[in-house]
């Protein structure tokens, strides 16, 4: 079965955030994302990594974390200068994470000149970072009002504009199935750009159960096709989210 990660900015949520490295695991995972991991010193991070024998499968860009700022603006015009310095300051991060990919924000905005404006700071970091990878990812509209990115005929369209070998697709499986309302027709579509895949319950982004989407044949299928990445659990969970991990323990 595929190779499962915990994202610990919303799961082990009942802990402090330094200590949900040991929860995840505890509870079987062999790697974590976090999405906004610079609230923390990254030694700490490093740390807590390190002991307990787990890989950093992904964080975003920008920081802070989105509690303090706006959720990406790699599409904003005539913001380059913010996006290259803060896309570098998280660069620095991946690299002490020793991140398998860095996940570029497009933020909030419209039309075609946002449209060029992400294509070119996609393609100068994609040079900046040649041995980091890097991803995009499309984001349903009713969770992130005005994101950009939130269309897979417009996330391949870009990807295939940058050309770049280390600027692939991050696929949700929750925001593919509000965008399409057909998650594995579009999964067929896109899954040759994937590189990351991250999972969460249909309609309330709870645990990743059967249901609206049939993981446990998903998950089948994923491992037919030969996908080799990682799959992360990025949902908010029901109750505690040690009661909640059946989707993982029913494929140890």
Do not use: C
């Not at 499968?57 to 990406?72: F, K």
């Not at 790699?74 to 896309?87: C, L, N």
């Not at 080799?228 to 909640?244: F, I, K, L, M, N």
Request: hydrophobic share 45%.
């Amino acid at each position: 079965m595929p190779r499962f990660a915990a994202n610990l900015t919303l799961l082990f949520t009942e802990l402090p955030f330094l200590d949900r490295f040991e929860a995840a695991a505890e509870a079987g995972f062999d790697a974590v994302e976090v999405l906004f991991p610079y609230e923390d010193a990254a030694p700490e991070v490093q740390r807590r990594l390190a002991a307990f024998g787990l890989h950093m499968v992904l964080i975003n860009t920008p920081p802070p974390n989105w509690t303090g700022g706006a959720r990406g603006f790699a599409a904003i015009p005539d913001g380059q200068d913010r996006f290259r310095h803060d896309f570098k300051r998280a660069l620095r991060f991946a690299h002490a994470f020793n991140a398998t990919h860095l996940h570029i924000m497009a933020g909030v905005a419209d039309g075609d000149a946002a449209r060029s404006i992400f294509v070119e700071n996609l393609t100068w970091a994609a040079a900046e970072a040649p041995k980091q990878s890097l991803t995009i990812e499309p984001i349903n509209q009713g969770d992130m009002p005005g994101y950009f990115l939130s269309d897979y005929d417009l996330a391949a369209d870009i990807l295939g504009e940058v050309n770049a070998p280390n600027l692939g697709l991050q696929f949700d499986a929750y925001h593919a199935h509000k965008i399409t309302g057909d998650m594995p027709a579009t999964w067929k579509k896109v899954k040759h750009l994937t590189r990351h895949i991250q999972i969460g319950g249909l309609p309330d982004r709870h645990e990743p159960l059967a249901g609206v989407i049939d993981y446990p044949a998903w998950f089948q299928g994923l491992d037919d096709g030969g996908y080799d990445g990682w799959v992360s659990g990025e949902y908010h969970p029901a109750g505690r989210t040690e009661d909640g991990l059946s989707w993982i323990k029913g494929f140890d």
